[in-house]
């Protein structure tokens, strides 16, 4: 392995652990209906898409999320899960993720998987002082999400760039 190749597979590691290891996560834990109130139609659909996301069906997911939100927008984890999903399928939507995980924030702001994935999200656009500014912003939140952050930061100053790491979702 060359040397210049040594950082990339480092951020290319970062983020499929990440990826792997992120649709099961605490952001998406299932949410429960004995809570839902008036909510429960919306609650079993954001269930039902969590089942996908942690079965990588992130298209199908991607369905489930968007119902849940049209029965409740306010739902800030839907709006993150929508983000993960849609991220995952690819650059082509990396504009519609930022909007739902930035909508996410401002539903809930101390929504840490959001900084996380929207961190990851940033630095798949190349904008590391974003990126940056969502882990130190995570490091109040939660410190495991933070060091995961902080790897795929540091992966991508060490030289893997935009292209390194969106090569893995294209």
């Known amino acids: 392995m060359s040397a210049a190749s040594a950082p990339r597979l480092a951020l290319l590691t970062a983020l499929a652990a990440l990826a792997a290891g992120g649709a099961g996560a605490a952001e998406s834990d299932p949410l429960p209906l004995s809570t839902a109130g008036g909510r429960a139609d919306a609650v079993r659909h954001y269930n039902d898409g969590v089942v ?16 849940t939100l049209a029965l ?3 739902l800030a984890e839907a709006h ?4 993960f999903a849609l991220r995952m399928q690819g650059r082509h939507n990396f504009t519609a993720s930022l909007a ?5 924030i401002e539903l809930k702001p101390d929504l840490a998987q959001a ?20 882990l130190e912003r995570l490091r109040g939140l939660d410190a495991r999400l933070a060091a995961d952050l902080e790897r795929v930061v540091s992966g991508a100053d060490e030289g893997a760039g935009q292209g390194g790491v969106a090569a893995q979702y294209d």
């Open 80 to 83: 993150n899960n929508l983000a």
């Open 100 to 104: 739902h995980y930035n909508r996410a």
């Open 72 to 74: 409740d927008e306010g």
């Open 52 to 67: 996908l996301l942690r079965a990588r069906n992130f298209r199908e997911a991607q369905q489930k999320f968007e119902a």
């Open 115 to 134: 900084y996380m994935y929207r961190g990851v999200l940033f630095v798949q656009q190349g904008d590391k002082q974003r990126a940056r500014q969502d």
